[in-house]
């Protein structure tokens, strides 16, 4: 059963940066790793991810501010994020699948726990 640790949640104002971290333990072949958030009050929502060395994805609310990438030789997910935002206030999630990435997060086999990302204006 793969194991996910989400890390690097934080407080920041408008404008700032984060970095999240997910790591992931008995990962022993090709997974997707994604990031998804979760704003109080609202849907989960997928922010984007990454399948093997394929091309990171990202949701078009991120696009151009957030930028995912994976170490080499771990299995380590980064989610950096530039240019925060109030609305990108909320519990940021790391998921994984084996293989390529699923069209619903409902078939995500892994999940953390979770870390809390807030903006302040």
């Known amino acids: 059963q793969v194991q996910l640790e989400e890390s690097g949640g934080d407080s920041v104002q408008a404008g700032g940066s984060l970095r999240l971290s997910c790591a992931a333990r008995n990962m022993y072949s090709r997974y997707c790793m994604s990031w998804f958030r979760q704003a109080p009050g609202k849907e989960r929502e997928e922010v984007g991810g990454k399948a093997g060395e394929d091309s990171p994805f990202y949701a078009e609310s991120v696009k151009g501010r957030f930028t995912i990438s994976k170490e080499n030789g771990k299995n380590i997910l980064y989610l950096q994020m530039n240019g925060l935002k109030p609305e990108d206030t909320a519990m940021y999630y790391c998921?994984?699948?084996?293989?390529?990435?699923?069209?619903?997060?409902?078939?995500?086999?892994?999940w953390g726990q979770g870390t809390q990302v807030t903006v302040s204006s």
């Open positions: 998921a994984a699948s084996y293989g390529y990435c699923p069209k619903s997060q409902d078939d995500y086999t892994s």
